[in-house]
């Protein structure tokens, strides 16, 4: 709980909305055979590496790390999300060489997933300013904010009419989108003392 609110706090977004990208996930990783949104976030060692894709509690890709911190400079991108974001996710006196080491490093420890709750938020503030620039504001959706973390970058194409959609999900015979499932956690009375 406290690194969760940390990472959502640093990022600037909700830590229920965060959790909506990474509910998915695990959902997708346990396969529905948990009968609580709890259940998900409790075996937290066996999920360094949920593919040989994605790696860590959150699914990320490192290249897909890499853009967000590359985001968080480019001031002429969409994505950027203002001066005071910048230096968030900085490698400090970790040489250049070095970065793709500690960045996979960052996405798959299990003993301090805050990086990879750090990156889900971000990555969610970066499509929110995004759309927010094409004069769309999905910062309150967590289904489009998740099936776009699901689908990626390349999908973020701001509209007027965003909808649900990503990885379709089954769980106790009953089939999901990936931003539904963030919708139900979202609207549910799941972890609400924790995360209200």
């Known amino acids: 709980q406290e690194v969760i609110n940390c990472a959502a706090r640093d990022a600037g977004i909700s830590p229920r909305i965060l959790l909506g ?3 998915g996930e695990q959902f997708r990783f346990f396969t529905g055979k948990r009968d609580s949104f709890k259940s998900y976030f409790e075996p937290l060692k066996i999920l360094a590496s949920l593919s040989k894709f994605s790696f860590g509690i959150a699914g990320l ?6 853009r967000i911190e590359m985001q968080l ?4 991108s969409p994505f950027y ?10 490698y400090r006196l970790v040489p250049d060489e070095k970065i793709p080491d500690v960045r996979m490093e960052r996405i798959t420890n299990t003993k301090d997933p805050y990086y990879s709750y750090l990156y889900v938020g971000l990555y969610m503030r970066q499509v929110s300013a995004q759309w ?3 004069g769309y504001d999905i910062s309150r959706r967590p289904d489009v904010l998740a ?3 699901n689908l990626g970058f390349y999908n973020s194409q ?4 965003p909808k649900s959609g990503g ?3 089954t769980i106790g015979g009953t089939t999901y989108v990936f931003g539904d499932l963030a919708h139900e956690f979202y609207y549910s009375s799941e972890l609400s003392d924790i995360f209200p």
Not at 158 to 161: H, I, L, S
């Open 73 to 76: 400079k480019d001031a002429s």
């Open 158 to 161: 701001p509209n007027p009419d």
């Open 167 to 169: 990885a379709e999900i």
């Open 147 to 149: 099936t776009l973390y």
């Open 61 to 66: 890709k490192p290249q897909t790390v890499e």
């Open 81 to 90: 999300l203002g001066k005071e974001m910048e230096n968030i996710a900085d």
């Open 132 to 134: 927010q620039r094409a």
């Open 21 to 23: 990208g990474v509910i």
